[in-house]
């Protein structure tokens, strides 16, 4: 397994580091999910293949595969609590892009079986993500109004 850091992005130029190795990227998005990788001279291609998690991802290059899983801040956070995050229920998150109407739900609050944490707008359609047994919101992501890409990390619960 390796570790890829971002260091510093600007546009398509990225210093990445990979298990402490520093690399000068520039990085261009072909079409959905298939990239193009130039560092030192070299061209690669990868296509990547999203998983059930929104943060889990196989990559395929023209000779190997590799899993992808994205340790972000949220991702440690969870880890430490004992959870790892991705589409279990302590993750409330909409599959597919939309609007935030309501947040019924406050940071530190319990919720019971079955109370609304969030409500958002897709699709012309406004759905109400409860939790599914009595969970405490952690952390709110959004706020009423923002615009929300699919599969986002909208309430953390525990």
């Known amino acids: 397994m390796a570790e890829l850091?971002?260091?510093?992005?600007?546009?398509?130029?990225?210093?990445a580091e990979v298990d402490g190795r520093r690399y000068e990227l520039d990085l261009c998005r072909l079409k959905e999910g298939v990239y193009s990788i130039l560092t030192d001279g070299k061209s690669y291609n990868i296509d990547l293949v999203q998983q059930k998690s929104f943060k889990d991802y196989v990559g395929h290059t023209h000779y190997s595969t590799y899993d992808i899983s994205i340790i972000d801040a949220e991702a440690k956070y969870l880890q430490a609590k004992g959870n790892k995050g991705g589409d279990d229920s302590n993750i409330i998150s909409s599959p597919m892009p939309g609007k935030v109407v309501r947040i019924p739900?406050?940071?530190g609050e319990m919720l019971k079986e079955g109370e609304t944490a969030i409500v958002v707008s897709a699709m012309k359609m406004e759905s109400e993500y409860k939790v599914?047994?009595?969970?405490k919101v952690v952390r709110i992501m959004v706020k009423e109004g923002d615009i929300i890409e699919g599969n986002q990390p909208l309430v953390i619960l525990e």
């Open 5 to 15: 850091r971002i260091i510093h992005r600007k546009g398509d130029h990225i210093l």
């Open 105 to 107: 739900a406050k940071e």
């Open 132 to 135: 599914n047994s009595d969970k």
